[in-house]
């Protein structure tokens, strides 16, 4: 994971990406990789610097890792499709830190209620 925030490039911001990942070949993988790469890496024209946690490759505790991202990025996307435990509990993480998350799930998933307002729909 490259520290892109130092420097003077156009890609001074970071986004990070939160969701359930899956295992390789898998469907969700699949549509993480998609959700990636046709809605959320075009934000890299706006001059943000886009991390999944599939980009993580540095060695050390993963969870630390995570933490300091959701803790200090500029911007979160935070995919709550299949409700997944990993995936409320870092949006809770950043919620606590009041900075800004961008929230995204599927058509059909059904949020708790305390999080309905902060979805908007799209077709």
Avoid: W
Avoid at 9 to 19: A, D, G, M, Y
Avoid at 38 to 59: C, F, H, K, R
Avoid at 62 to 70: C, D, E, G, M, R
């Amino acid at each position: 994971m490259s520290d892109n925030k130092s420097t003077d490039s156009p890609k001074n911001k970071v986004c990070f990406i939160i969701s359930p990942l899956g295992q390789p070949g898998s469907e969700a993988r699949g549509k993480i990789e998609g959700l990636v790469n046709s809605v959320i890496e075009p934000l890299s024209n706006a001059g943000y610097n886009v991390i999944s946690p599939l980009d993580i490759d540095t060695q050390g505790s993963i969870a630390k890792q995570v933490i300091k991202l959701l803790l200090e990025v500029e911007l979160v996307i935070a995919n709550l499709t299949d409700l997944n435990l990993n995936v409320m509990y870092e949006l809770a993480v950043r919620h606590a830190k009041r900075l800004p998350v961008i929230i995204l799930a599927e058509i059909g998933t059904l949020l708790p209620f305390n999080l309905m307002g902060d979805l908007k729909y799209c077709n």
